[in-house]
Nanobody, 112 residues
Framework: QVQLVESGGGLVQPGGSLRLSCAAS????????MSWYRQAPGKERELVAT???????NYGESVKGRFTLSRDNAKNTVYLQMNSLKPEDTAVYYC??????WGKGTLVTVSS
């Protein structure tokens, strides 16, 4: 059974940082492209970042230079380091595998 479990969300002030984690199980993680998406209230879900099996990364325009996606194949986990957070980064962040499997999401709120 495929499971993606996100953690690390919370409330942070503008300019602050958070690190999200996504722990995966039930599939061969090391050969799977992993992604983070986010959905803000009243908006469509958007791609935040993707990391390939070779650890090549791609970022949405709104987070380039601020977010960093990495993976640890030994731990079946991906990490999204988010720096210089802005109020517009407030959203539920979802982990995705292969464009098919989804986690339940973790809420990030950026507010003073």
């Amino acid at each position: 059974q495929v499971q993606l479990v996100e953690s690390g969300g919370g409330l942070v002030q503008p300019g602050g940082s958070l690190r999200l984690s996504c722990a995966a199980s039930g599939f061969t993680f090391s050969i799977s492209t992993m992604s983070w998406y986010r959905q803000a209230p009243g908006k469509e879900r958007e791609l935040v970042a993707t990391i390939t099996t070779g650890s090549r990364t791609n970022y949405g325009e709104s987070v380039k230079g601020r977010f960093t996606l990495s993976r640890d194949n030994a731990k079946n986990t991906v990490y999204l380091q988010m720096n210089s957070l802005k109020p517009e980064d407030t959203a539920v962040y979802y982990c995705n595998s292969r464009g098919i499997y989804w986690g339940k999401g973790t809420l990030v709120t950026v507010s003073s």
